[in-house]
Structures are given as structure tokens and as C-alpha cells.
């Protein structure tokens, strides 16, 4: 019997997992701490980099895109390095 057949005569369980009802405002932030240490810690802040958006062009993000992956840059050296042949060339 194939996997696809056994399963079809099961109900699924909802991916939703349901909130217990003696969770009140009040004891809600406790119920969610969990009160056991965490299994991921967070990254420590380096303020090395900083949100930079810009809209360009579909010519521009394919040729930007292909020639990062190409020499196997992430898209903030690509730019640190135009940057810098910008700076070396045309910088007053």
C-alpha cells in the first residue's frame, strides 16, 4: 500500500496549533517566555551595515545580479567594489 492511499483515509490535523483557554492577558507574556533558555541565540549588532533601497532598472539588476554571482560576491561587496573603481576614477 502506497503512502498516498494510507493517508488518504486520515484526517488531516490542522498546522494550527490551538491556544489554550486559561491563557488571559495577564498571564499570556509568562505562557510565551517559556521560561527556558532560548535555542537560538540573536546576532550581536556589528552596525557594520545599514538599510540602502534603491529602484534601478531590469537591465541594471540582471547585470548586476549575474556578474555578483559570477565572481561569487554578495550583492554589498559588488557595490563596496564599484564604490571604490567609481572613487579611484572619477572621485573630486
Do not use: C, W
Not at 43 to 67: C, G, L, Q
Request: glycine share 4%.
Amino acid at each position: 500500500m502506497s503512502k498516498l492511499a494510507a493517508l488518504k483515509g486520515q484526517k488531516s490535523k490542522s498546522p494550527i496549533a490551538k491556544i489554550d483557554e486559561s491563557l488571559t492577558a495577564s498571564n499570556l507574556s509568562d505562557a510565551l517566555a517559556g521560561g527556558g533558555t532560548p535555542t537560538k541565540r540573536a546576532r550581536a549588532k556589528t552596525n557594520r551595515t545599514i538599510p540602502f533601497a534603491t529602484r534601478v532598472s531590469k537591465e541594471f539588476d540582471d547585470d548586476f545580479r549575474r556578474i555578483a554571482f559570477e565572481n561569487k560576491l554578495k550583492h554589498a561587496e559588488l557595490m563596496e567594489l564599484a564604490l571604490a573603481a567609481y572613487k579611484s576614477m572619477n572621485y573630486k
